[in-house]
């Protein structure tokens, strides 16, 4: 929606001031669009959770992802704690040797990264029983646009809820998330009751809910900022709505287009999604453990069929093939095997799988969860020529 603004140009020379034009200016209105629903969810100290659940002896103790200052000559940062490290003062960000000055107690465990994506992985796998419109991040945190969504569920709260629990379920972590009908408020929403929160903020109480935020929370607003709006008595979203958008120009730059819109509960950014995936795969949790092989085969012929269909149908095709095998106690377990030319077909793709499944199968400890990916993608027409020297 526009606005007509009726303007008259003067022009002052030696004869005095005279009218040179006038006219009608137009200029788009604020506008807060409502209609989108937007889940933003966030995993719970990932990194040090996902540590916890591989070695559940660290349950209940102060979890600090860095290495020890004893290690590394009193250098590094730490990634993310545990809730038990926090209640120390101890933070991400935070140098290592600070940590353990806060915390003595603290259990420091090196970061490991590929584990960390892998686990990430999974969770997108479970965003996407839901919708393909998500968008990461980081590893541990997205966006989800679940306006319309694969399961046809009104309610965004329900589908958060149910992300959720099913986070829980089948990898034994817990996330927060925040719903609303946009980015920002999502994401704010998602901090409100950490850790395995869930807010909802809806259209009629985001005045109310803004009103009320730390100016801290406020993307943008960062050390130096929030000093120079302490400044200027802006402690509250309240402080800052009673700001014009000139005075938050000429005070904060560009920044100040995005608060004075912000503190309205305005943020029309979609949720961009990956355009080209960097694999498709599919995975199952099984409700009771896998001890036969006979029947694991069978499920990875399957889901073999499964994937490959999927990269057919996103005009893709790929030379890597990954298996994942997760067991009873959790121990979790990936090969991978990278094809000189593309995978042609379903039995070929079956076959890579077979041969990996031969390097761990110990199917008698109990199978709790199995995965097949196809990865190192490109479009279906691109291809390789093998020559004949």
């Known amino acids: 929606m526009f606005v007509d603004f009726f303007y008259i140009l003067y022009l002052f020379n030696q004869k005095g001031m005279r009218k040179i034009e006038y006219g009608i200016l137009k200029f788009k209105e604020l506008e807060r669009d409502t209609s989108r629903k937007i889940i933003h969810l966030d995993m719970d100290?990932?990194?040090?959770?996902?540590?916890?659940?591989?070695?559940?002896?660290?349950?209940?103790?102060?979890?600090?992802?860095?290495?020890?200052?004893?290690?590394?000559?009193?250098?590094?940062?730490?990634?993310?704690?545990?809730?038990?490290?926090?209640?120390?003062?101890?933070?991400?960000?935070?140098?290592?040797?600070?940590?353990?000055?806060?915390?003595?107690?603290?259990?420091?465990?090196?970061?490991?990264?590929?584990?960390?994506?892998?686990?990430?992985?999974?969770?997108?796998?479970?965003?996407?029983?839901?919708?393909?419109?998500y968008q990461p991040l980081s590893l541990d945190e997205a966006y989800l646009d679940v306006t319309q969504n694969k399961k046809n569920i009104e309610s965004s709260t329900f589908i958060a809820r149910s992300i959720q629990q099913a986070i829980f379920k089948e990898l034994k972590l817990t996330s927060s998330a925040g719903v609303s009908y946009n980015k920002f408020l999502a994401k704010i929403a998602s901090d409100y009751k950490k850790p395995a929160g869930l807010t909802y903020v809806s259209a009629n109480r985001a005045h109310d809910f803004i009103m009320k935020l730390s100016i801290s929370d406020f993307p943008g607003v960062g050390e130096k900022t929030l000093e120079k709006m302490h400044e200027q008595n802006i402690y509250t979203g309240k402080d800052l709505y009673g700001k014009t958008e000139l005075e938050l120009?000429?005070?904060?730059?560009?920044?100040?287009?995005?608060?004075?819109?912000?503190?309205?509960?305005?943020?029309?950014?979609?949720?961009?999604?990956?355009?080209?995936?960097?694999?498709?795969?599919?995975?199952?949790?099984?409700?009771?453990?896998?001890?036969?092989?006979e029947e694991a085969l069978k499920f990875l012929s399957y889901i073999s069929t499964e994937v490959f269909k999927a990269t057919k149908k996103k005009e893709m095709h790929g030379k890597t093939v990954v298996l994942k095998v997760r067991y009873s106690d959790f121990t979790t377990y990936t090969r991978?095997?990278?094809?000189?030319?593309?995978?042609?077909?379903?039995?070929?793709?079956?076959?890579?799988?077979?041969?990996?499944?031969?390097?761990?199968?110990?199917?008698?400890?109990?199978?709790?969860?199995?995965?097949?990916?196809?990865?190192?993608?490109?479009?279906i027409d691109y291809e390789n020529i093998p020559l004949d020297f």
């Open 336 to 379: 991978r095997k990278t094809m000189l030319n593309y995978i042609e077909n379903e039995k070929e793709l079956y076959n890579s799988v077979y041969s990996l499944w031969q390097e761990i199968d110990r199917v008698e400890e109990g199978i709790r969860l199995l995965g097949v990916t196809m990865t190192s993608l490109d479009p």
């Open 45 to 133: 100290a990932f990194y040090a959770s996902v540590e916890i659940r591989e070695n559940p002896s660290l349950v209940g103790k102060p979890v600090i992802i860095g290495r020890h200052p004893r290690e590394s000559g009193g250098r590094g940062v730490v990634a993310t704690a545990s809730y038990e490290a926090r209640k120390y003062g101890v933070h991400s960000a935070m140098s290592s040797k600070e940590a353990l000055e806060l915390c003595p107690e603290g259990i420091f465990v090196s970061a490991n990264f590929s584990l960390y994506r892998e686990v990430s992985q999974e969770i997108h796998e479970i965003f996407r029983r839901y919708t393909d419109l």
């Open 249 to 293: 120009v000429e005070n904060f730059g560009k920044l100040g287009h995005s608060l004075f819109r912000r503190v309205r509960g305005i943020d029309n950014s979609p949720v961009e999604a990956e355009r080209e995936p960097k694999s498709i795969g599919k995975e199952r949790t099984f409700q009771e453990n896998i001890t036969r092989d």
